[in-house]
């Protein structure tokens, strides 16, 4: 009866399964970063606001008018001061890079489906008890509880990238993969957006964790019922769509892969490289993430409602972008007019030099604040080229290992979250624009350096150890240790 209650529901959108499986992996990723942003926004009405006046800072663009702030009550608030705050924000991903690992490998034994989707869930269910667990155990409480969210999350990419290797053809990877990376703005966007109407509204700052939380909890549900490891396991996915992935990705995938090649992993010379722009992206991307409604508020002297709605405007251009630049990526590639190698390392170039560039020329506009605002936005519009660039070179590399290396490449681009935001608040301590343009010019040197490596080194070409262990030319360079070349399909088969 269930199944066929499946059944019935699946036929009332006329759309594939493999894209099903795209939207709802779109779904869990906002749902994962308005759960891991909504304190940013939270945090700002859960500690006891100091009385302090607005002082012009030599450097920093005058305020026109004394700030006035709308809040909820927060007398009773806790007296968390910046140090304290900097440490909870950052606890998250203390946690969230341990789990990176053991989601890749859970994932490709057993699918992704439940190593994503439980991990969603405790991130839910430890959402809903944040309240509870800052009321009884305070800055420590609520420090212990992000750490647990972060272990819940650090499961995701590494299980999104499982199950794309096992859903997405190459003629549809860019699309894809920026539709379910691409989530990630529209979590922020929301979060962010519906965090402050949610205090607005009830006056509330716990309100905020019990609609995440919940909201977390409901994807769950519909993930459980619609959306499955791949398509053999598929109850009611078509006979057409089946051949067609069969056919597709049935000679890059082994059914059961062998006991991962960990010496060969390590010694790929392209996934470093793939690692290099991972880290090169992460920390311009967290840079901005972190610290752009600071840049607003301290330099630019925005009220916090202006600071809200023009934060929010990046991530929806990036949004907006990834999905462009997935789509013209998908058809460079179908038309043969780049190799995917190439088309990996232009889209991440963009990716990277666009929005240095930006940044820098942003940082010399002064106080020009309708300049200042629209060169943030390019900037992070032009970040979406990331995701059919960089972000899903690990389906190229390895679809049988397409978990473990997200793990491994995500996880290590991860530690940044807690090196840009440290690094942000030494080189910026009055707010200035001499001190930020130092702060630009850092992450325009990171991304340069790093996809210099990428454009070196990286490649779109399937890598010899992703095919079966049984494969005669497999063991000969496993023993000759040769893991650095690749080799196209059509020599493997």
């Not at 965090?195 to 519909?222: D, H, N, P």
């Not at 997935?326 to 190698?341: A, E, L, P, Q, S």
């Not at 490449?409 to 930020?436: E, M, R």
Request: with cysteine; charged share 15%.
């Amino acid at each position: 009866m269930l199944v066929g209650w499946r059944l019935a529901l699946s036929k009332l959108f006329f759309v594939p399964q493999r894209w099903v499986m795209a939207i709802m992996g779109f779904l869990a990723v906002a749902n994962a970063y308005t759960m891991r942003v909504c304190l940013n926004i939270a945090i700002t009405q859960m500690v006891k606001h100091r009385n302090l006046s607005v002082a012009y800072v030599s450097g920093s663009c005058p305020a026109d008018v004394e700030d006035t702030i709308e809040e909820i009550d927060n007398s009773g608030g806790f007296e968390w001061d910046e140090k304290t705050q900097g440490l909870i924000l950052s606890a998250f991903y203390y946690g969230y890079i341990v789990t990176h690992m053991p989601g890749g490998l859970l994932a490709e034994k057993f699918g992704g489906k439940y190593s994503l989707g439980f991990g969603i869930l405790s991130t839910a269910v430890f959402t809903l008890f944040t309240p509870w667990a800052v009321t009884a155990g305070g800055a420590e409480g609520l420090i212990v509880l992000r750490v647990l969210e972060g272990l819940g999350e650090g499961t995701t990419f590494p299980a999104l990238n499982a199950m794309l290797a096992r859903w997405a053809p190459l003629s549809e990877r860019g699309r894809m993969g920026s539709l379910v990376f691409g989530g990630a703005q529209i979590g922020n966007i929301a979060g962010t957006y519906l965090s402050g109407l949610v205090m607005k509204e009830t006056r509330e700052w716990q309100s905020v964790f019990y609609l995440f939380g919940a909201i977390g909890i409901l994807w769950f549900i519909l993930w459980t019922l619609l959306c499955y490891n791949d398509p053999e396991s598929h109850p009611f996915i078509s006979d057409q769509e089946k051949k067609f992935l069969e056919e597709a990705l049935g000679r890059h995938r082994s059914s059961e892969p062998s006991s991962i090649p960990w010496k060969a992993i390590v010694m790929s010379v392209p996934l470093w490289a793939l690692v290099c722009a991972q880290i090169g992206h992460d920390y311009g991307y967290f840079t901005m993430v972190t610290d752009l409604p600071k840049y607003m508020t301290g330099v630019l002297k925005f009220d916090i409602h202006r600071t809200g709605m023009l934060a929010a405007l990046p991530y929806l251009v990036m949004w907006i972008c990834s999905i462009v630049f997935g789509w013209i990526c998908d058809k460079i590639v179908k038309r043969k007019w780049m190799t995917v190698t190439n088309a990996r390392k232009t889209f991440t170039t963009i990716a990277s030099v666009g929005p240095g560039i930006c940044m820098i020329l942003a940082s010399y506009s002064g106080c020009d604040t309708t300049t200042v605002v629209a060169l943030f936005t390019v900037s992070m519009g032009l970040m979406g080229a990331f995701y059919p660039g960089m972000k899903v070179n690990a389906l190229d590399l390895s679809c049988n290992y397409a978990g473990t290396i997200m793990a491994i490449v995500n996880g290590l681009g991860a530690v940044t979250g807690i090196i840009a935001p440290y690094l942000v608040g030494l080189l910026t301590p009055d707010s200035t624009l001499v001190q930020w343009r130092l702060v630009f010019w850092i992450t325009l040197a990171v991304f340069i350096v790093t996809n210099l490596v990428y454009v070196a080194w990286a490649s779109g070409d399937e890598q010899w150890w992703n095919s079966s262990s049984q494969d005669p030319r497999r063991r000969q360079k496993i023993e000759a240790g040769d893991s650095s070349r690749s080799v196209n399909a059509e020599v493997i088969l």
